[in-house]
Structure formats: structure tokens, C-alpha cells
């Protein structure tokens, strides 16, 4: 019987990439992927940690992800920093372009990071932590494939489109957030479909646009935008910004491309870095204090920061390990024995 277990970041780490390289990602694919899957397990953010690993594997299979794909960074004088992902994942992209980006706007006070052609499972918040390090503030975003409705009508059109921002504080982990723009990711949806639980009321409607509870229903329907027109309006501004201006899919173009949603999208995804120091030169330069103050006063009224719950968990992770239940467990050893023949 397989029992519940707890690894080291580093161990699970092993596991995951062991699993993608059997599979047949190149290192320069299963690397990346790795890192942003065992960070989301590690911070406790389960939509987006080692559930994944077999969508990646099915979208692998199915030849919907190029494994070999070197993402190529064109690189000139101006503030847009351009990856092509090749059909790879978004995640070697990022990496490969990184660097570029925080180097372009500590010269131009700001610089934009173009993702073409890239398949996008994960979260973003390892994006915006990135640049934090580089002492930026950041703001990353995507569309996905057509599974949310616009306020006001039914049927699925825009994706869940995440829209994260990091903001760097020299004393404490940086002030992240990082949302779906559609009620909740569809990565919650799909784990209470596989808990066998009801969601939320109004998070989703089914393929009648009745209001449903039912994962099931809510998955072959479509999702709601959080907040209402706003959160509809920013999900809309995603598409323009992430799909329509940098020339890549938007979120029912990507659908209609793969046919499905049961692999992870192909689109693009803009990253824009600042400077903080640049913007506030010509104002008598930065005081990070004031933005320490509104923090304070958050935590002041007993409220908690973005992010927090996120950083206490790696915090646990780092000194005792991941938990991993004995269903976590088995399935690693499944993809890892059957590789993609486990896969549906
Ligand atoms: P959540 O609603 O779980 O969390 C959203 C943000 O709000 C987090 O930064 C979270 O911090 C913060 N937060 C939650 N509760 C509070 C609170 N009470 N006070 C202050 N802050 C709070 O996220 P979603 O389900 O919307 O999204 C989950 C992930 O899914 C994201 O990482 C996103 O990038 C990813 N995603 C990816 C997509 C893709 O196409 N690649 C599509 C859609 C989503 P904390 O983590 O500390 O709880
Ligand atoms: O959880 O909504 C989601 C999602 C879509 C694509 C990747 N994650």
C-alpha cells in the first residue's frame, strides 16, 4: 500500500524531473517546468503544483508542445525583449528572457518582456518573485484558452487569464499577488471535481448557462469573472494586451486551435518590469518607508498580506519538508513507471 510522505524541495525536485525527462522533454524543457511545479507545492498553491505534472505529460503526448524547443531571445536597444518559446513551455522562455528584461529596465526605468508561441500551464507569481530580486516591480499576465463568461452573458470566451505583480521590499519577501481574473483558477475547479465536492456558488454556470455547483457541469460550461464587469473589464484588457497586441492567441482563438481544453493552452505572455528608483528620481528618489507603511497598516487592522500564506507554507516546506498524501505519492510513481503510457 502506498503510504503519505514527506521530501525535501530538492527530492520532489528529482522526482519531477526524472519524470519529464523519461517522458522525453529536452533539459532545457524539463528543468524550467520542474522548478515552477515543485515551487508550487513547496508554497502550498496545490492548482498549480504536482497536479500538473500529468496535463503536461497528456499535452506532451499529444504532440501539442514542441519537447526539444530552445527558446530563442531576440535581443535589441529598445524596451521590448522578445522570446520566441518555439511550441515549448512558457517556462524556459521566461528564464531565457529574464535577465535581459531586468537588465533593460534598470537602464530604461521600464522594459517589457514579449513570450510568443509558448504552451502556458503555471502560475505566475515565480515571475513576478524573479524580478522582485532584481529589486523591480513587476507585472505579468496572460490569456488562457476560452472557459470564463463575460459578465452578462453565458458562454465561455475569455480564459481564466492570470494577472500577478510583485512589488521588491528589502526586509521582508516581496509583496506578490497573483489571481485568476475568472472566480477562481480552473485548476480549483478541476481539484474539487477530482474531490468529489461541490464548488461555490457563483463561480460558474453549466452549458445551459444555468448556475451550477457541480465541477463537472462548470467545466463543460463556463466559469464567471471575479467582481463582476471589473473583473470581466481586466480579463478583456489581458486579451488585448497579452493575445491581440503582441501578436499571439487569444483565449478563443487558442481553444479553437487545440480543440480542446484538455491540454495546457499555446498563446503568449507579457511581463513588464520598472524600476522604482527611475520613476521616483525626478521626485527626490525613492522611499521604500512609505510603501512599508501601507503594509503596516494592513497588518495593522489584522488583515494579511498577498502572499503570506504562501511564504509561511515555504517556510514550513523549507525546514520540514513537502507533505505529499499517500494519492500524491502514487501517482508520481505511476507517471514515473508508466511515463506517458499512464497518461490518458
Ligand atoms: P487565489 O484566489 O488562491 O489567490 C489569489 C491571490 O490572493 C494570492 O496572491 C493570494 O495569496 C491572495 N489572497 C488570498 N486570500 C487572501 C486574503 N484573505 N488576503 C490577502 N490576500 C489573499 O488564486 P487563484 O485561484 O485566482 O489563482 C491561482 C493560481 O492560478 C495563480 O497563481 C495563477 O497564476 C494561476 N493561474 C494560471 C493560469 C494560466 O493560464 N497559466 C490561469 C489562471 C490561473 P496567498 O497565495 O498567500 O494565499
Ligand atoms: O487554472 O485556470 C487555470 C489554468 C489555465 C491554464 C493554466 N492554468
Known sequence: MTMAR?????????????????????????????????AGERDACKSHGIYRIEGCLRTLKQGKVNPDAVPQLVRDETAIVRVDARGGFANAAFEAGAPVLAERAQALGLAALVINDCTHFSALWPEVEALTAHGLAAIAMCPSYATVAPTGGTKALMGTNPLAFG??????????????????????????????????????????????????????????????????????????LAGVMIGDMTSPEALAFLGSTATAPRHGELIIAFSPER?????????????????????????????????????????????????????????????LSAVS
Not at 208 to 225: F, K
Not at 280 to 292: N, Q, S, T, V
Request: glycine content about 10%; overall charge neutral; hydrophobic content about 50%.
Open 6 to 38: 514527506t521530501l525535501s524541495p530538492e527530492a520532489l525536485t528529482q522526482q519531477v524531473e526524472a519524470i519529464f525527462l523519461a517522458a522525453g522533454l529536452s533539459p532545457v524543457q524539463a528543468g524550467p517546468v520542474t522548478r515552477v511545479i515543485v
Open 167 to 240: 512589488w521588491p521590499r528589502a526586509a521582508h519577501p516581496p509583496y506578490v499577488f497573483d489571481f485568476a481574473t475568472s472566480v477562481a483558477a480552473r485548476g480549483e475547479v478541476e481539484l474539487h471535481r477530482i474531490a468529489g465536492k461541490p464548488l461555490p456558488e457563483g463561480w460558474a454556470v453549466d452549458a445551459s448557462g444555468a448556475p451550477t455547483t457541480d465541477p463537472a457541469a462548470a467545466l463543460a460550461g463556463a466559469m464567471l469573472p471575479f467582481g463582476g464587469h471589473k473583473g470581466s473589464a481586466i480579463s478583456m484588457m489581458i486579451e488585448l
Open 279 to 339: 520613476f521616483a528620481a525626478a521626485r527626490g528618489g525613492l522611499d521604500p518607508a512609505r510603501a512599508e507603511a501601507l503594509f503596516d497598516a494592513v497588518l495593522g487592522q489584522g488583515a494579511r498580506l498577498p502572499s503570506q500564506r504562501r511564504f509561511a507554507a515555504r517556510a514550513v516546506s523549507d525546514a520540514l519538508g513537502i507533505r505529499l498524501t499517500a494519492e500524491e505519492v502514487a501517482m508520481l510513481q505511476r507517471l514515473r513507471d508508466g511515463g
